[in-house]
């Protein structure tokens, strides 16, 4: 079954009355289990697409059903208990909360659900050694490699047991090893939990990695390589 389908998506932005169209009516649908990248030229929409995806912004026209959700004509607060409830999300930039330690990072988007404190404390202990920082919990982000706070990022975008994560450029600030640790990391929880990944990516070695890998060049879609059959999945 598909956890994405995407029909016709077309998103413009107008800033200054100049109009930008940074996707151009694309068609996609991604099965449930998939681990695929979104690669392309910067500019090319990959930012804009994985945002409309995880219901962070709005199309200008198409539909999209992610997770068995229709998202358009969605409230923002239904879209914002989407988010909180389907997804999660690993950014370029970590964006981890400086004053809260490893824990407490993970430990929110479970507050943020409701689980009580006890649950919350277990799950994302569990989490956080699963992603090999067993001893990092208890320190905050500036006290940790990018390597470790982007591990911190992942275990915060799983602990609730998403059933997709939306990733953006996850390695980018990453050297190439600590890189290729942070794939096996997602690999192994896509294979282990049958999460859903997408993740956009410049990078070469990221591409090669992924199982499906889709091209956009400027707001379009010119290649789709690997894609499961419905079949297989
Ligand atoms: N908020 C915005 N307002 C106006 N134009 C925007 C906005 N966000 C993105 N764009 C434009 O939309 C197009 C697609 O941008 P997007 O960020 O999706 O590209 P990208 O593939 O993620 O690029 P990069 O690899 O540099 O991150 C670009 O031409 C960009 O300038
Ligand atoms: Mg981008």
Request: glycine content about 8%.
């Given at each position: 079954?598909?956890?994405?389908?995407?029909?016709?998506?077309?998103?413009?932005?107008?800033?200054?009355?100049?109009?930008?169209?940074?996707?151009r009516?694309?068609?996609?649908?991604?099965?449930?289990?998939?681990?695929?990248?979104?690669?392309?030229?910067?500019?090319?929409?990959?930012?804009?697409?994985?945002?409309?995806?995880?219901?962070?912004d709005?199309?200008?026209?198409?539909?999209?059903?992610?997770?068995?959700?229709?998202?358009?004509?969605?409230?923002?607060?239904?879209?914002?208990?989407?988010?909180?409830?389907?997804?999660?999300?690993?950014?370029?930039?970590?964006?981890l909360i400086?004053?809260l330690?490893?824990?407490?990072?993970?430990?929110y988007?479970?507050?943020?659900?409701?689980?009580?404190?006890?649950?919350?404390?277990?799950?994302?202990?569990?989490?956080?050694?699963?992603?090999?920082?067993?001893?990092e919990?208890?320190?905050r982000?500036?006290?940790?490699?990018?390597?470790?706070?982007q591990?911190?990022?992942?275990?915060?975008?799983?602990?609730?047991?998403?059933?997709?994560?939306?990733?953006?450029?996850p390695?980018?600030?990453?050297?190439?090893?600590?890189?290729?640790?942070?794939?096996?990391?997602?690999?192994?929880?896509?294979?282990?939990?049958?999460?859903?990944?997408?993740?956009?990516?410049?990078?070469?070695?990221?591409?090669?990695?992924a199982?499906?890998?889709?091209?956009l060049?400027?707001?379009?879609?010119?290649?789709?390589?690997g894609?499961?059959?419905?079949?297989?999945?």
């Amino acid at each position: 079954m598909a956890i994405i389908t995407v029909n016709k998506l077309v998103k413009i932005y107008e800033s200054n009355k100049l109009e930008v169209q940074a996707l151009r009516g694309i068609d996609l649908s991604v099965e449930r289990g998939e681990f695929t990248a979104i690669a392309g030229p910067s500019g090319s929409g990959k930012t804009t697409l994985l945002n409309l995806i995880g219901g962070l912004d709005y199309p200008t026209s198409g539909t999209l059903t992610v997770a068995g959700k229709e998202l358009n004509g969605m409230s923002a607060r239904e879209l914002s208990d989407m988010r909180l409830n389907n997804i999660g999300f690993i950014f370029q930039a970590y964006n981890l909360i400086p004053v809260l330690t490893a824990l407490e990072n993970v430990e929110y988007i479970l507050l943020l659900q409701g689980v009580d404190k006890k649950k919350r404390r277990k799950r994302s202990v569990r989490i956080l050694k699963e992603v090999g920082l067993a001893k990092e919990i208890n320190r905050r982000p500036k006290e940790l490699s990018g390597g470790q706070q982007q591990r911190v990022a992942v275990a915060r975008a799983i602990v609730s047991e998403p059933e997709l994560v939306l990733a953006d450029e996850p390695t980018a600030n990453l050297d190439q090893k600590t890189g290729a640790g942070l794939l096996d990391l997602m690999h192994n929880l896509n294979h282990k939990k049958n999460i859903t990944f997408i993740f956009s990516t410049h990078d070469r070695m990221v591409m090669d990695y992924a199982e499906r890998l889709i091209s956009l060049t400027d707001g379009a879609i010119v290649s789709d390589q690997g894609k499961k059959s419905s079949q297989e999945s």
